[in-house]
């Protein structure tokens, strides 16, 4: 069974699946999502005038109580010029703090230099795909894939608290897809010795697949045929893999793994010290 044949087309199909239920939340949900009292609570404006705000953030500051509500997180501040310069630049900048070198130089720039102006339309707008990135991309921490971001270095725990209550909690398990998929990744990059395909595709077998695949993704007749039907093919190829199985192919890709790492060592191991070349000796010198 080839473990990373199995892991290229559940992330490739993972891919297709976020790409998709991204412009679904887009299309149907995200103006319900800015109406909602989550989105509201923490994107609204403290009471008071401007020397209000200040004494009362002041006064926060030095009592140690947590600020809770973050304009620079609401994406109609982003339709107009003032606004947009002034909360587009502390969401990039609060942005960049966390993902760090995530985002590059080059783009950093565009970003910036894309405040200057409102584009016509959103998917024109990088700073607006950004924004709902920081909702819609669950982030983890660096030395623990299963310790999730809080607000505000992630805006991921309110688009699922939004999702959780809506229609009852019939589009739930949107947030949770793509929770599981960055999970996958992480596991299928950060696992040692080559074994990250292998623990990926179990982690897809008994946590995945079994729950977090969304009822929209199974009912759409698209979506079921190009995104859940190929899911499931993989899932009834590894449904049957037992513990004794996983541990063998374990033990291979690691023996492949220090195998190939013995090669490269000896492919740059020095070559042997060859002779001096020999030179010929003149015709005119004499010997004594």
Known sequence: ?????????????????????????????LS?????????????????????KKVQHWYDARRGIPKTSYQEFRFKHLQFADTRKKYGEKFLLRWKAVQGDAIRDYDWRNLMESLKEVPDTPDQDPVYLELLDYYLTPLFDDDDFRHRLSAPDSGFPIFQAFMNEYERGA????????????????????SKNGGGNIAAVKFFRDEFFPNGIPEHIKRDEFLKSDIFEPLREIFLQVKDVDEHGWELAVARQEHQATTKSVRSLHKRAAPAARAAPTRAVPSDVIWV
Request: proline share 4%; hydrophobic share 35%.
């Open 32 to 52: 319900k999502f800015e109406s909602s009292e989550e989105y509201w609570n923490y994107t609204k404006a403290p009471p008071g005038n401007k020397t209000v």
């Open 1 to 29: 069974m080839d473990f990373v044949k199995l892991a290229d087309k559940i992330e490739s199909t993972l891919k297709k699946g976020e790409h998709s239920l991204e412009q679904f939340f887009r299309d149907d949900l």
């Open 171 to 190: 589009y739930s398990k949107i947030p949770v897809f793509f929770e599981m998929s960055q999970i996958f990744r992480k596991i299928r990059k950060d």
